[in-house]
């Protein structure tokens, strides 16, 4: 059972470039989110779908764009990378009836750095 | 790993010994809190939740403990192992689907 997966792992980017980062989880939850982590600071809610068909912003959205592909899948797109953008980003999932006790189920993580 | 940080607290336990995690939180309208737990490269990892209109709630090993006068949590790990090394968030529910999330603490187990 692989839980969440997301891909690619490690990526670097040039100012200004665009890229997706890849989501999907296998254990049927509704719900899906993406969370930034910086250096020192806690986790911080980019973006969430509370169900497919539903995208939500989060804390930190400003830069982001998000697509709940199917129930699986849930990417996060950065149109124009910038520097500030530089952080390792976490996609988790949580099934239904314990998204509201914040139980997520988080994959590995996707470290970005754009110079 | 991901949660490095430069100014995280750190707390240091011997093997076998009870580790007492803290942390504040900010609204009183959280309707759940809960922990995690973070080992170097990886996503974090879910270990308890509590309910606010508890003040304490035990798993295996380990304690919540919630003091809403002061807007204090602690998480307890009794006979602290080795494999508990690790950095632990607290986070608060504010809402469906949103948690807002502490700092951290890196707690650092000696054999």
């Known amino acids: ?115 | 790993g991901e949660n490095v940080g430069l100014h995280l607290p750190t707390l240091s336990v011997q093997e076998g010994d009870n580790s007492i995690i803290n942390c504040a939180y900010s609204n009183s309208a959280s309707d759940y809190f809960i922990w995690y737990k973070q080992e170097s490269g990886k996503g974090p990892q879910f270990i308890i939740d509590i309910r606010s209109n508890m003040d304490k709630r035990q798993g295996q090993r380990v304690t919540v403990l919630l003091n809403k006068t002061v807007k204090h949590l602690s998480l307890q790990i009794a006979a602290t192992q080795p494999g508990d090394s690790a950095v632990y968030f607290c986070a608060e529910n504010l809402a469906y689907n949103m948690l807002t999330f502490g700092g951290g603490t890196r707690l650092m187990v000696k054999p």
Not at chain 1, 39 to 45: A, I, Q
Not at chain 1, 51 to 61: I, L, N, R
Not at chain 1, 104 to 109: A, D, N, P, W
């Open chain 1, 1 to 115: 059972n692989a839980g969440v997966t997301q891909t690619p792992k490690f990526q670097v980017l040039k100012t200004g470039q665009s890229m997706t980062l890849q989501c999907a989880q296998d254990m049927n939850h509704n719900s899906m989110y993406w969370y930034r982590q910086d250096p020192g600071m806690g986790l911080r809610l980019i973006y969430y779908s509370a169900s497919e068909g539903t995208t939500d912003k989060g804390e930190v959205p400003n830069g982001y764009n998000v697509s709940r592909l199917n129930k699986r899948e849930f990417s996060l797109r950065l149109e124009s990378a910038a520097p500030s953008q530089t952080s390792v980003y976490f996609c988790a999932s949580s099934p239904i009836g314990r998204a509201n006790t914040g139980e997520l189920f988080f994959g590995e993580g996707s470290r970005l750095t754009v110079l």
